[in-house]
């Protein structure tokens, strides 16, 4: 495998960095707007300039600083970390388009300091995917729990401060708990915190061994996964824009990396089924699929029932590393691209309802498909991805899990996933239904309610039509999940 050495990983960390002083010190809004566009444009441009080399079986590296002789801030892009940053820095600037129509529309306050706290989250999320060890990727991820912060507390009312200090606690409070000791303890018996094809732990003891799992699955809990879940519903209450691409993409999808990272580059797939400790995470990721998706059923808030979907649904891709399979970990890699599109479109549907209509209850959405049929249109193609239903790439990513859990001889989990998508329909098709199907009261809208502006309503339609695409022409993400599950050397 080649390796090249070159900047590109940091140029790409860094421009959305650089970013945001020119953000902050921008006299209007037009040139604040105009700067992240163009940050965002550049830093995709520079991460799809890395693919020729990732495709050819090669990878990129590059050092910042050396620590001390086995500690180093670096970058390495593999086929994995180029998959979820292209996914991550094409978002942004689908995104960016979302919120300029988004928090016009609503006038909200504080928009510089919004759109400089994003750019530093894209910031990190790359840091995250780039990062070539785990102390690199340990700063990266602690960096977005900080620049999210301000987000979640955009609105800077009580609830919003409270939902902010619950953020905080479950995020920082797992990472000093578990990350940092599970880290020290790493590094004291390896020597080292480079990510490896089959990891770096085997010198540790095997009682250890599922202690530390453990610690780094619940300590990554920007995952979701339960019991420490209960940050992500309470973050909702941050604008729109925040929960697409933080709570769809940024934020969450950077705690499943990690985990994905963890399992297969520092215990590595061949020890974990040496001792089976793989299990335990496959039945907590089991338990939370089911509990979030019976949840998600009872919530009237569109929002709150998208959050506890994403529970759900970021557990679908610990399940699939999980398993060890090859197909299984090639669909928890593809996931992660699939459900970002869907999900996102999703959250982009519910911003758009809310900026029209102030309404944010299921209950209250009756008839509302006739006044908005683009919105909803496209939150019915959002809600096939995400249940795994043609035609939308959603379907690619959860067949081949199910034939990862045929290739494990897990039974059991496969019920699981089947009786999973079911609950996913049953808690989104009855919204389309009632959008499109039921009759409304005639003082149940004002009088002209209609699609949100254009700026809102485009990005969900691009979300909306990618999902589609993706299912027709998955190959390039298939290619990228492919290579990366060999290169981990996966059976």
């Given at each position: ?50 693919l020729p080399i990732i495709l050819s079986g090669g990878n990129l590296e ?86 999210t912060y301000p987000l979640v507390t ?338």
């Amino acid at each position: 495998m080649e390796t090249v050495y070159s900047i590109k990983p940091f140029l790409a960390v860094l421009i959305s960095l650089c970013v945001v002083p020119i953000i902050i010190s921008s006299r209007t809004e037009n040139i604040r707007e105009g700067w992240t566009f163009a940050a965002a444009i550049i830093k995709f441009l520079i991460i799809a300039s890395m693919l020729p080399i990732i495709l050819s079986g090669g990878n990129l590296e590059f050092t910042i600083a050396q620590i001390m002789p086995a500690v180093s801030i670096k970058f390495k892009v593999d086929a994995f970390g180029l998959l979820f940053a292209l996914v991550s820095s094409f978002l942004w600037i689908i995104t960016s388009i979302y919120s300029i129509g988004y928090m016009r529309s609503l006038n909200e306050h504080s928009q510089t300091r919004y759109f400089a706290f994003f750019a530093l989250s894209l910031c990190a999320a790359v840091g995250v995917a780039f990062s070539a060890n785990f102390f690199t990727m340990y700063l990266f991820y602690e960096m977005l729990s900080f620049a999210t912060y301000p987000l979640v507390t955009h609105h800077q009312d009580k609830e919003s401060r409270t939902s902010g200090r619950k953020y905080l606690f479950y995020i920082l409070g797992s990472s000093i708990a578990f990350l940092i000791p599970a880290m020290l303890i790493t590094f004291s018996y390896s020597g080292t915190m480079e990510f490896a094809s089959q990891g770096f732990m085997q010198n540790v003891p095997p009682e250890l061994l599922l202690i530390l799992l453990f610690m780094f699955v619940f300590g990554f809990a920007k995952c979701g996964i339960m019991p420490l879940h209960s940050w992500l519903p309470a973050a909702m209450v941050a604008p729109t824009p925040v929960s697409a691409l933080l709570h769809a993409v940024a934020v969450v999808k950077v705690g499943v990396f990690c985990v994905i990272r963890v399992i297969t580059n520092v215990f590595g797939t061949d020890l974990l089924a040496k001792y089976g400790y793989n299990d335990y995470i496959c039945y907590i990721a089991a338990f939370t699929i089911i509990t979030a998706s019976l949840i998600a059923l009872s919530q009237d808030g569109l929002k709150r029932r998208l959050a506890f979907s994403t529970i759900g649904q970021l557990s679908y891709i610990i399940l699939g590393v999980a398993l060890l399979s090859k197909n299984a970990v090639m669909a928890s890699m593809l996931h992660i691209a699939m459900h970002a599109f869907g999900k996102i479109t999703l959250f982009f549907c519910a911003g758009a309802i809310y900026a029209s209509t102030k309404i944010k209850n299921i209950s209250d959405m009756v008839g509302i498909g006739r006044r908005m049929p683009i919105t909803m249109g496209c939150f019915f193609i959002g809600s096939l991805s995400v249940i795994g239903l043609p035609p939308t790439g959603g379907i690619i990513s959860k067949w081949y899990l199910v034939l990862g859990t045929l290739e494990a001889d897990k039974i059991f989990l496969l019920v699981v996933l089947l009786v999973s998508s079911l609950l996913n329909a049953a808690y989104f098709l009855p919204v389309v239904y009632k959008a499109f199907f039921c009759t409304e009261e005639e003082t149940m809208f004002e009088k002209g309610v209609k699609e949100p502006p254009i700026w809102c309503v485009v990005p969900l339609v691009i979300t909306a039509g990618i999902s589609l695409i993706m299912f027709f022409y998955p190959q390039p993400f298939l290619q990228l999940a492919d290579l990366a599950v060999n290169s981990l050397g996966v059976k």
